[in-house]
Nanobody, 121 residues
Framework: QEQLLESGGGLVQAGDSLRLSCEDS????????MGWMRRAPGKGSEFVAG???????TYADSVKGRFTISRENANNTVYLQMNSLKPEDSGVYYC???????????????WGQGTQVTVSS
């Protein structure tokens, strides 16, 4: 059973950067496709980025060129580097795991508790 714990959220200004981390306490992290999702106030959750076991990545169009997802299998950790943040990036960011690559939020089997990101204009 994968147990995910996010950290690194906070309140920043537009144009600033943040780095989110997600540690997996399970013993099979390297077997999983890892993703970051977010949920803005009053909206549903949306896929932000995903990374394969091999390191291949996928991004939502809204974050391409600004966000970078990475993973360190030796440390059971996945990261989301967020640059040039915009107010519309605000929301609760969730780390999630699934056995195969997907960009469908509903497919992810394991989720963390989330970390709040707020970008002021």
């Amino acid at each position: 059973q994968e147990q995910l714990l996010e950290s690194g959220g906070g309140l920043v200004q537009a144009g600033d950067s943040l780095r989110l981390s997600c540690e997996d306490s399970g013993r099979t992290f390297s077997n999983y496709y890892m993703g970051w999702m977010r949920r803005a106030p009053g909206k549903g959750s949306e896929f932000v980025a995903g990374i394969r076991r091999s390191g291949g990545t996928t991004y939502a169009d809204s974050v391409k060129g600004r966000f970078t997802i990475s993973r360190e299998n030796a440390n059971n950790t996945v990261y989301l580097q967020m640059n040039s943040l915009k107010p519309e990036d605000s929301g609760v960011y969730y780390c999630a795991a699934h056995l195969w690559p997907t960009s469908l939020v509903g497919d992810f089997a394991h989720w963390g508790q989330g970390t709040q990101v707020t970008v002021s204009s």
